[in-house]
């Protein structure tokens, strides 16, 4: 399968500064990315569809200007989580879409745990 | 309001069972379905990726798919303890191209040894 590097795993910050968080894909160049928020025993929460060159499309109830997301390459988007506060502690994780036989896949990157004190 | 459904468990099996993961979605224009598998702490991994009405077989897993019922399963053979994990249902949406994705809550599995 197709190798997504997420950085850093895991982070410990003071309320009020801001983290950011790598999503590369290493063996593809994608076009889409995605980034999903996880609390504890629960599902998958999507955030934002992050497209090369272009503005992130954010889901609903999630703040574009709290989350900041660059996509400025074909293998390469950030999240940005800005003045961070302890509701922010949180799983994050990012995946890639990679094309194949005409259909979109994707895959995870191994997830940034965030810890806002 | 697109969703998937899938019982959130716990389904316990023994070792060497056949544990049977159920999914439903809502969207009849999906026409791609993924099971991923998250151990706790852990990210997703891609186990089986599904297009097309009845089963696809890799190894121990069996995904199958009725479109008509709006129905995906996934079937693990010979359930072994490093199984224990909860597993996602997945459906692209049907009126995208962009590999978004709408996820199930998941299903917990629990295989005793």
């Known amino acids: 399968g197709a190798v997504v590097s997420q950085h850093p795993s895991r982070v410990i910050c003071k309320s009020g500064t801001s983290v950011k968080i790598e999503c590369r894909s290493l063996?593809?160049?994608?076009?889409?990315m995605f980034w999903y928020r996880q609390f504890p025993k629960k599902s998958l929460m999507l955030m934002a569809t992050?497209?090369?060159?272009?503005?992130?499309?954010?889901e609903q109830g999630v703040e574009k200007d709290k989350f900041l997301i660059n996509h400025a390459s074909l293998t390469l988007s950030t999240l940005t989580v800005t003045s961070a506060h302890p509701e922010d502690s949180s799983f994050y994780i990012c995946?890639?879409?990679?094309?194949?036989?005409?259909?979109?896949?994707?895959?995870f990157g191994a997830g940034t745990r965030l810890s806002v004190l | 309001q697109k969703e998937v459904e899938q019982n959130s468990g716990p389904l316990s099996v023994p070792e060497g069972a056949i544990a049977s993961l159920n999914c439903t979605y809502s969207?009849?224009?999906?026409?791609?379905f993924f099971w991923y598998r998250q151990y706790s702490g852990k990210s997703p991994e891609l186990i089986m990726s599904?297009?097309?009405?009845g089963d696809k077989e890799d190894g121990r897993f069996t995904a199958q798919l009725n479109k008509a019922s709006q129905y995906v399963s996934l079937l693990i053979r010979d359930s072994q303890p490093s199984d224990s994990a909860t597993y996602l249902c997945?459906?692209?949406?049907?009126?995208?191209?962009?590999?978004?994705?709408?996820f199930g809550q998941g299903t917990t599995l629990q295989v005793k040894p």
């Open positions: 969207d009849r224009g999906s026409q791609s």
């Open positions: 063996d593809f160049q994608a076009t889409t």
């Open positions: 599904i297009y097309s009405n």
């Open positions: 997945a459906a692209d949406h049907g009126s995208s191209n962009t590999g978004k994705l709408i």
């Open positions: 992050s497209n090369e060159g272009s503005k992130a499309t954010y």
């Open positions: 995946s890639a879409a990679v094309r194949i036989l005409a259909k979109n896949i994707q895959y």
